[in-house]
């Protein structure tokens, strides 16, 4: 999709941070969590806190870390 929104299923409209894994997903830290676009899917990420995901950073290893 061209852009992400709540009606695509991206958990909050406000984006504060954003990166790509290893396998070419895309993390969006959002102001209610975390989701992961991943084959044209928006999930959201579970056991990451509901509030805001401030950043996020992807590691060498491919793991992807968020602040919150």
Known sequence: PAALEPRQGLAHDSVRSI??????????????????LREGRVEHVRGVPDGAVLALL??????????T
């Open 19 to 36: 990166a790509e894994d290893a396998s070419g997903a895309i993390y969006a830290g959002t102001n209610a969590g975390l989701d992961r």
């Open 58 to 67: 992807a590691d060498p290893s491919g793991e992807v870390w968020a602040g």
